[in-house]
């Protein structure tokens, strides 16, 4: 079973994760983590924070001569704005944010004590978990990319793009469209935002290349690979829905425009599908077709212009708290949504072959390729 939690503080010291369950014999490439960290700091439209921190990968448990050893692997990510004891009191929760809810959970006067963990400075440690994972995936082919969809009204336009077409143009753009003149449309409203005080939401899409069929089960509810990632996806700050396929889509449209015809492929000996409306999944487990999520986030709490709020002491009105923010982290969330995508489909990867180390994995995998193609399954 691989698991992974969090700790850490947005000014704390740093962000930390703990990760079981990986295989014995993982190369750690520490090249492609802090990659991977670098992504996440990307975008336009993002705060000046990212000017400060460079964040670095230090793998401090879990690893001899840079292999895992089949032990819980640690990994630290040092916060070069260590300030948390220096900075004010919030006493005038964010509408949107999770300040007052916190503070009534656990009997707080300072949204200081909320905010530190409940901000999106927490993801950085889950992109560390989400590299090792993808490490685990690209021993077996499986391939992750995500794009921008939406930001604010501008929608982007990829239809008929393939998956190495889409990863090409949505790495070399700020905005992570693989739509160019959707990107540039996407710029101006952001600067329009700026301006103003306010903030963008949007819509990524985390597509998974090389899945193999059968990941995941339908025989409990909690097993279903499609709920896993959703629950995932929706955890990332700010992410407020989340669709499997052409789920939201679906919900209006014909069941015969919906559902993905099966025909068999005599050259490559297989089952394929001739669309992929439900995104890789049927009854919760994989069917060999992409895997593809998207995430709806909302505009990012934090304002330039703030809205009402309360200060918790007095009860009087007053502006609610400012913090360094973004105004927009949609291209990040992104970033963040391929890890936590890249974790849930390792786990439901190892879950089904298994192996305490990546050579047993491996011969669990490819004996299941050769037995669906000697039963006609595949």
């Not at 670098?38 to 401090?60: C, F, L, Q, S, W």
């Not at 989400?130 to 490490?135: E, I, N, R, T, Y």
């Not at 279903?224 to 700010?238: K, T």
């Not at 992929?276 to 709806?296: D, I, K, Q, Y």
Request: proline share 3%; net charge neutral; with cysteine.
């Amino acid at each position: 079973m691989l698991r992974y939690m969090t700790a850490g503080e947005s000014h704390g010291k740093g962000m930390m994760a703990v990760l079981d369950g990986v295989p014995a014999g993982l190369d750690m490439d520490e090249v492609f983590i802090n990659g991977e960290l670098a992504r996440r700091m990307t975008g336009y439209g993002r705060g000046k924070r990212m000017n400060i921190e460079k964040d670095r990968i230090e793998v401090i448990a879990g690893c001899k001569a840079n292999r895992t050893i089949g032990s819980p692997v640690g990994l630290l990510i040092h916060n070069r704005d260590y300030r948390i004891e220096e900075l004010p009191e919030v006493t005038s929760p964010r509408p949107g944010h999770a300040d007052l809810a916190g503070m009534q959970k656990y009997d707080f006067r300072d949204a200081r004590n909320v905010l530190e963990r409940a901000s999106a400075r927490e993801t950085a440690a889950r992109v560390a978990a989400g590299a090792v994972a993808k490490l685990i995936l690209n021993e077996f082919a499986v391939r992750i990319l995500s794009h921008v969809v939406m930001i604010g009204k501008v929608r982007a336009d990829t239809k008929g793009l393939s998956f190495d077409e889409l990863l090409a143009l949505a790495e070399g753009s700020d905005v992570r469209s693989a739509d160019k003149r959707a990107a540039g449309r996407m710029r101006e409203e952001i600067d329009k935002a700026a301006k103003a005080g306010d903030t963008l939401g949007g819509v990524f899409e985390v597509i998974t290349e090389g899945v193999p069929p059968g990941l995941g089960s339908y025989a409990q509810w909690d097993r279903r690979l499609d709920g896993a990632l959703a629950r995932s996806v929706m955890s990332i700050q700010a992410v407020k829905a989340v669709s499997i396929g052409e789920g939201i889509e679906a919900a209006g449209m014909s069941g015969a425009r919906t559902h993905d015809a099966i025909y068999y492929d005599e050259a490559k000996e297989s089952f394929k599908r001739a669309t992929n409306n439900a995104g890789g999944l049927e009854g919760g487990v994989t069917n060999g077709s992409a895997v593809v999520v998207r995430g709806f986030m909302k505009p990012i709490a934090t304002l330039g212009s703030p809205l009402r709020s309360v200060d918790i002491n007095t009860k009087k009105e007053s502006a609610a708290a400012t913090e360094r923010s973004d105004i927009t982290a949609v291209p990040a969330c992104a970033v963040v949504a391929e890890a936590v995508v890249a974790f849930e489909i390792a786990s439901a990867f190892l879950e089904k072959f298994g192996g305490d180390s990546m050579g047993e994995t491996r011969r669990n995998f490819e004996a299941y390729g050769r037995h669906l193609k000697e039963t006609g399954l595949s």
